[in-house]
């Protein structure tokens, strides 16, 4: 993938927005994120959202932006694939084809994926056990395709103080019961940017080889996911401050 990888000797770093909503918002996050260390571009062009009158993304536009990153930054694009309908044109466009929670079982989709010479991002489940997560792994590779990423984003408790539970035991657990690299979106799972840093930490602690963040450069006017979106700059203070928690754990973050 353009020179990076997943596992290993590196913890790698997926970094952008939640949503791609230009190309001169994508070029310069792009730009930002790259200098400061991050090894892949995130971003979404087709977003699934709770309310269907949220914004859902610039879909083949969105995807154009992400491209027009890579080349501008050199970073291999992640970004989310919803349907199996559009699985021909997000594949043209991605390095790195990503699963959202919330399809985590969708076996049609997993299949389809199975069956793409790409690695793929699965993410877990809201409210998935470690056992059903491996299984939706085990639908993608017995259709070829063994470049599986598995991504703990949290999962759905009694608990409002954040947007999800972090399940940091699912990491070790995981490497335990798999040889699949595993990565954490601490983004997502907690649904405050203050409380990114410390989930990335503690992930990266655990094992972890890779972290994925959002990234916006005024996360009051983002289109989705903003109270949980990092500043470019809060971004490059946090990937100082985490190198030397991969360094203890023996690796490389990203390309910092």
């Not at 997560?133 to 070829?144: K, P, Q, R």
Request: glycine share 12%.
């Amino acid at each position: 993938m353009r020179g990076q990888q997943i596992g290993g000797g590196t913890v790698a770093l997926f970094a952008g927005p939640c949503s791609v909503e230009g190309r001169e918002m994508m070029l310069g996050i792009g730009e930002k994120v790259a200098s400061f260390g991050a090894s892949f571009l995130r971003g979404g062009a087709f977003k699934p959202r709770t309310s269907p009158y949220a914004f859902q993304g610039l879909g083949e536009e969105g995807l154009r932006c992400l491209a027009e990153a890579r080349e501008a930054t050199g970073l291999p694009v992640a970004t989310e694939l919803m349907d199996p309908r559009d699985i021909d044109l997000v594949g043209r466009y991605a390095d790195v084809i990503q699963i959202g929670a919330r399809n985590m079982q969708n076996f049609r989709l997993l299949t389809e994926v199975g069956r793409l010479d790409k690695p793929v991002i699965l993410k877990r489940g809201m409210s998935a056990t470690i056992v059903e997560w491996l299984m939706s792994a085990e639908y993608i590779a017995s259709e070829g395709n063994r470049q599986i990423i598995l991504c703990e984003r949290g999962v759905r408790t009694f608990e409002t103080a954040t947007r999800n539970t972090f399940d940091v035991s699912a990491i070790p657990v995981l490497k335990s019961l798999s040889h699949l690299p595993v990565i954490a979106d601490p983004s997502h799972a907690t649904g405050k940017m203050s409380l990114v840093e410390p989930l990335a930490a503690a992930a990266i602690a655990a094992g972890a080889d890779g972290v994925m963040v959002e990234v916006h450069h005024d996360p009051e006017t983002a289109l989705s996911d903003g109270p949980q979106s990092l500043r470019p700059e809060a971004f490059r203070e946090m990937v100082g401050r985490l190198k030397g928690i991969a360094v203890a754990m023996g690796k490389k973050l990203g390309n910092a």
